[in-house]
Structure formats: structure tokens, C-alpha cells
């Protein structure tokens, strides 16, 4: 059986890590919880900046360092709301039909993204995948430390993961899918033996038309 390996924030979905993380911060047991995490975020933000274009995996874990504190209930408890108000209103009109197109040939399909594994196990039920490869939070004590657990899943790592994913599951990389939306995940779509760039950005969109791989747009 094949598997096809969707990235999320911007090719199935609106929204970017940014987004959820920032409904976390905002909506703490408390008014005073809330903003003594929004300035900490603040204060977080040039090193954010310069971290997005530098190395995702130093973006993700900075970012993630704002849920330090949040206890296990909480996380789990706001899981629902947050897919329901950020994510699922986000979700590309065609991201539906195009994960269903991969179930209907039997396809595993799989997401992949630096966004959080509850979030995304709630995003792949919506639209019936089968399974993620996502980031997970240190819980020491029932409360997150702020750190995610190795490997983190961004940049070129993503590619490693699917390459374990696939040789666990008994999937021929080269009988695969895989769809993104971005440069930075050619890594990602070059393993596989059908990549395909969904709502490509500029670079991406080049390199899929100079490798004739398929072009789709779901926005």
C-alpha cells in the first residue's frame, strides 16, 4: 500500500503555527495568566523573526516555549476549541477533496507538520487521515515544560521522519505521495516517487514546472 505525506500550514490549511499557539496564550485560566504570556511572547518576537528565516527547527522550539507552565488539562482541554476556532474556519475549500482523493486509493495518508500532535490529530479526524507526524510537548509533573521532544518535526527532518514512517509501515517511497506548499519542504518532496506542489510558492512553483510535477491549487 501507498502512503501520501500532506504538510498542513499552507497547503491544507490558512493558518501557520503562529495562529493556535497565539489562542493558547490568550486564553489562559486567567486575565493576568494571559498577559504575563503575551509579553513573554512579545519579548520572544525579534528572535522569532529572524529564527523564520533562518531555521525552522530553532523557530518551532522557540514558539513552543510559550506553552511552558500550561498544565496537561489545559492543553488538552483547549484542544477542541482551538481546532474549532482557528484551524478548522482555516481549512482550504479543496483540502477536503484532496485528502479524499488519496483514500480512495487506498492510500495511508499521513500529516506532517511542526504544529502540535493534539491539534493535529483533531485535524486529521476531521478530514479522515490516518495517521500524523507532528510535534510533541515535554510533560514533566502534568504540566508542559516548554521544550518538544526530539525529533522536532520542521525543515529537512520532515524528510527523515517520512523516510522512517514509510520503512515502518512497509511503504515504497517510491510508489508514495507527497504535497506541500513551500519550498523549504523539497527535501520532503523529493523522496518520494510523486510529489506535487499544492498552492506553491514562487521558488516552488519553478522547480515543479521544471520537473513537471503536478501543480494543484485547493485555496
Same mark, same amino acid.
Given at each position: 500500500m501507498a502512503a501520501s505525506y500532506f504538510d498542513v500550514d499552507g497547503t491544507l490549511i490558512r493558518t501557520n503555527l503562529v495562529h493556535p499557539t497565539l489562542y493558547y496564550v490568550l486564553n489562559q485560566n486567567t486575565p493576568l495568566h494571559s498577559l504575563a504570556k503575551l509579553g513573554g511572547a512579545l519579548v520572544k518576537a525579534p528572535w522569532l523573526v529572524w529564527a523564520e528565516t533562518r531555521d525552522r527547527r530553532i523557530f518551532n522550539e522557540l514558539l513552543f516555549t510559550s506553552y511552558g507552565g500550561m498544565s496537561e488539562d489545559r492543553l488538552v482541554g483547549l484542544a477542541a476549541e482551538t481546532f474549532e476556532r482557528v484551524i478548522k474556519p482555516n481549512i482550504y475549500p479543496g483540502a477536503r477533496d484532496l485528502v479524499q482523493t488519496s483514500l480512495d486509493k487506498g492510500h495511508d495518508v499521513v500529516l506532517v507538520s511542526g504544529a502540535?500532535?493534539? $491539534?493535529m490529530r483533531l485535524l486529521a479526524e476531521h478530514l479522515g487521515a490516518t495517521d500524523v507526524i507532528a510535534n510533541r510537548l515535554e +510533560? =514533566?509533573?502534568r504540566f508542559a515544560t516548554g521544550k $518538544? $521532544? *526530539? /525529533? %522536532? %518535526?520542521?525543515? /529537512?527532518? =520532515?524528510? *527523515? $521522519? +517520512?523516510r522512517d514512517h514509510a520503512k515502518g509501515r512497509g511503504h515504497d517511497l517510491d510508489e508514495c505521495f507527497a504535497y506541500s506548499d513551500s519550498y523549504s519542504d523539497v527535501p520532503m518532496l523529493s523522496i518520494v516517487g510523486h510529489p506535487a506542489a499544492v498552492n506553491p510558492d514562487r521558488k516552488l512553483s519553478l522547480l515543479a514546472n521544471a520537473y513537471h510535477w503536478p501543480i494543484i491549487h485547493v485555496d
Open positions: 502540535l500532535d493534539f $491539534l +510533560i =514533566k509533573d $518538544l $521532544l *526530539r /525529533p %522536532v %518535526v520542521a525543515g /529537512p527532518e =520532515k524528510s *527523515r $521522519l +517520512i
